[in-house]
Nanobody
Framework: VQLQASGGGMVQAGGSLRLSCAAT????????MAWFRQVPGKQRELVAI???????NYAGSVKGRSTISRDNGKTTLYLEMGSLRPDDTGVYLC?????????WGQGTQVTVSS
């Protein structure tokens, strides 16, 4: 499985973005799909995660401002983020996991200016 994240950019505080993660390959056995945020000097942080059963969890910092979703074929994962804040800045990476292990995309940069 290969993942390609897109949709990042520069946005002013209060704005919104929709990130996409396109998957190619066999996603039949994918169990979880998630978005992480990487900031230099900090640990990679889980932002939102969705299981194949549809269970969803968000980091406290984005809960209420973000929505994770996917298409029915599990080939595209989305993260809609609103009311963006400067501390949302970072590289957003998507990750899928299944019986064969974890797959990571290359990330898309989100920069929120105050």
């Amino acid at each position: 499985v290969q993942l390609q994240a897109s949709g990042g950019g520069m946005v002013q505080a209060g704005g919104s973005l929709r990130l996409s993660c396109a998957a190619t390959g066999d996603v039949t056995d994918i169990k979880t799909m998630a978005w992480f945020r990487q900031v230099p000097g900090k640990q990679r942080e889980l932002v939102a995660i969705m299981t194949s059963a549809g269970d969803i969890n968000y980091a406290g910092s984005v809960k209420g401002r973000s929505t994770i979703s996917r298409d029915n074929g599990k080939t595209t994962l989305y993260l809609e983020m609103g009311s963006l804040r400067p501390d949302d800045t970072g590289v957003y990476l998507c990750a899928f996991t299944g019986p064969s292990g974890a797959y990571w995309g290359q990330g898309t940069q989100v920069t929120v200016s105050s």
